[in-house]
């Protein structure tokens, strides 16, 4: 696939840990039923709207004032052959209380390699939330969603995993979940249609391209935008190890990729886009849970499908 960070130059001129136990997403309807299920217009509903991190003292990205002097997300405009692989994640929230009503969400994904040609990469709190009940349910991933569009096809989620200090507390510092996707409606494999990105679980130095669908104003949550810059080391508890840019997406862009550049010249996926706590000082941040030795777990779980 053409070079992310290359595109991105090129227009702005310029510790082990010890794997987890996952938890394991089980489907609540066959394929033809999820696609089904969203509809043209539930989707340009449900890509104005996003789930959050439900832990007290985080949130995901909320939209800022233009004035306040950090950079937006900027839409890209780069051409379609980088970022095939990168997506819209639909879903439906269970009601947090019994008797409620579900709601229909979605948050940002994006398509790695990998030996079954079927996974994808996204936020935890995008999937999994103990206040809705766990698993989220009807998740639909669509590749280069544009405004209603599917140019790649539509891909059902067949299983998934987020760690056990997701699932116990929902532990930040896991805030990334692998699935495994089923065919297209063409019976084709979404990395044999989109491309994908190596993933890597080890930390990559340099400057980093952050991609999502922002929901909140200025966005609209219906086209892809994205953030380039050096990322700097978190040394807050409530993400460790984590990285943050210079950034400002919001809602709807959790679960985007961040994609950073080997010294061999590789475009390579190391994180996904967080939440972040409540503090002032992070509002002009965009914060990423960098891949570590459980998500190597997760995503060989998934691999292996």
């Not at 996003?50 to 051409?79: F, I, K, N, S």
């Not at 969400?105 to 939330?129: F, W």
Request: aromatic share 8%; glycine share 10%; charged share 25%.
């Amino acid at each position: 696939m053409i070079s992310i960070l290359s595109v991105v130059a090129t227009a702005l001129a310029a510790t082990t840990l010890t794997p987890s136990a996952p938890a394991a997403h089980v489907p609540d309807a066959t394929d033809a039923a999820v696609r089904a299920y969203w509809t043209p217009d539930r989707m340009r509903a449900a890509a104005t709207q996003a789930p959050e991190g439900q832990a007290p003292e985080a949130r995901a990205p909320e939209a800022r004032a233009p004035e306040d002097g950090a950079p937006d997300g900027v839409p890209w405009t780069l051409g379609a052959e980088p970022v095939r692989n990168v997506g819209k994640l639909f879903l439906t929230i269970r009601p947090a209380q019994e008797g409620g009503a579900d709601r229909d969400a979605s948050c940002t994904a994006a398509v790695v390699k990998s030996a079954n040609r079927s996974v994808i990469v996204t936020a935890a709190h995008c999937v999994y939330l103990k206040a809705a009940g766990g698993w989220m349910k009807r998740m639909l991933f669509v590749p280069g969603y544009d405004k209603g569009q599917k140019p790649y096809g539509s891909y059902a989620a067949k299983s998934g995993g987020v760690t056990e200090g997701w699932q116990s507390v929902e532990d930040h510092e896991d805030d990334f979940a692998f699935l495994y996707l089923g065919p297209d409606e063409k019976g084709r494999r979404v990395e044999d249609v989109t491309g994908a990105r190596r993933v890597v679980f080890e930390p990559v130095a340099g400057e980093k391209t952050a991609l999502g669908y922002p929901v909140d104003k200025p966005y609209d949550g219906e086209s892809l935008q994205y953030c380039s810059g050096p990322a700097t080391v978190l040394t807050d508890e409530r993400l460790k190890g984590g990285e943050q840019l210079p950034c400002r997406m919001t809602h709807g862009a959790s679960g985007g990729p961040w994609y950073a550049r080997t010294p061999q010249g590789e475009d390579v996926q190391v994180a996904v886009t967080s939440s972040r706590p409540k503090d002032p000082a992070f509002e002009r941040s965009a914060w990423g849970a960098v891949f570590t030795g459980k998500a190597r777990e997760l995503f060989a779980q998934e691999e292996k499908k």
